[in-house]
């Protein structure tokens, strides 16, 4: 029986890892590496990597996008012109703050990033929340519903999602 053949194939680079530095060959199926080694199947679609230097993508854990300051400024970025330009850099993951304001719900505040996001993140991308106002509704029912949904330190999010 065929197998379906990798979406992509990037032929014959140097692949870099944190940990190694090898000639291989990488295969992709959607946005997931599917495998990695020597004399892989055939591709849709192939590159040729040879003399090149194939390396996974970076991640920024220190964003600040579409943040307003505790002063009531926005910051220049979107998420569009945040994510294009981490993308072109290879980065392709970013964490942004999403900065609870005084007077504002935690869980509410996040749901509102994520709808900034959604509408122009081109890569994948998490939260790191500031809470500056830990009442008790924010400790005691905003915090823990927000663990309780997966979503502790940060919160990562597939751009296609």
């Given amino acids: 029986m065929p197998t379906k053949p990798y979406d992509v194939v990037l032929r014959g680079g140097t692949v870099a890892t944190a940990s190694a530095v090898f000639a291989a060959d990488v295969a992709i199926d959607g ?10 199947p055939a591709g849709v679609r192939e590159i040729d990597a040879r003399g090149r230097l194939v390396l996974p993508g970076g991640v920024d854990s220190h964003a600040h996008i579409e943040q ?29 703050f999403a900065a ?9 505040v996040v749901d509102a ?20 106002d830990p009442t ?3 400790l005691k029912d905003h915090l823990p519903k927000l663990v309780k949904a997966g979503i502790s330190s940060r919160d990562r999010v597939s751009h296609s999602t």
């Fill in 68 to 96: 307003v300051s505790s002063a009531g400024i926005i910051n220049a970025d979107t998420f569009e012109s945040a994510t294009v330009a981490a993308a072109f850099g290879g980065t392709t993951t970013v964490i942004s």
């Fill in 136 to 138: 008790e509704a924010t």
């Fill in 100 to 108: 609870q304001h005084v007077g504002l719900a935690l869980d509410e």
């Fill in 113 to 132: 990033y994520h709808a900034l996001a959604r509408k122009g993140a081109v890569i994948d991308y998490a939260f790191h929340m500031i809470i500056a």
């Fill in 31 to 40: 946005e997931t590496i599917a495998a990695v080694g020597r004399d892989l």
